[in-house]
């Protein structure tokens, strides 16, 4: 069974590793500064990324660029989860105030 590990690294990046040998997959660029959370959807197909740089990025696995881009106007956010049977992300943090960017 081929498993995956994704992680935010320094400098808004995202690693994939591969858990069979520990191998690095991809290194993403996915922020402009540290990433705060990441998650895997139920299905194993999307992932949500919160970065300090105020944004929350919606992703195809492996790849390089995020689906939809969500910016928090105000405060920050501070975590992302996929709800476990719906079509929902839920994000939250401090003083929140969303725009839409694709």
Same mark, same amino acid.
């Given at each position: 069974?081929?498993?995956?590990? +994704?992680?935010?690294?320094?400098?808004g990046?995202?690693?994939?590793w591969?858990?069979?040998d520990?191998?690095?997959? /991809?290194?993403?660029?996915?922020?402009?500064?540290?990433?705060?959370?990441?998650?895997?959807?139920p299905? /194993?197909?999307?992932?949500?990324?919160?970065?300090?740089?105020?944004?929350?990025?919606?992703?195809?696995?492996?790849e390089?660029? *995020?689906?939809?881009?969500?910016d928090?106007?105000?405060?920050?956010?501070? +975590?992302?989860?996929f709800? *476990?049977?719906? /079509?929902?992300?839920?994000?939250?943090?401090t003083?929140?105030? +969303?725009?839409?960017? /694709?």
């Open positions: 069974m081929v498993s995956f590990w +994704f992680l935010g690294a320094t400098g990046k995202i690693a994939i591969d858990t069979s520990w191998s690095e997959i /991809n290194m993403i660029d996915a922020h402009e500064d540290d990433i705060r959370d990441i998650a895997l959807s299905d /194993n197909q999307y992932l949500v990324s919160v970065g300090k740089d105020e944004k929350v990025h919606f992703w195809r696995v492996f390089d660029k *995020p689906l939809y881009t969500l928090t106007e105000t405060g920050f956010a501070s +975590f992302a989860r709800h *476990p049977t719906k /079509n929902l992300i839920l994000s939250g943090g003083g929140l105030t +969303f725009g839409t960017r /694709n």
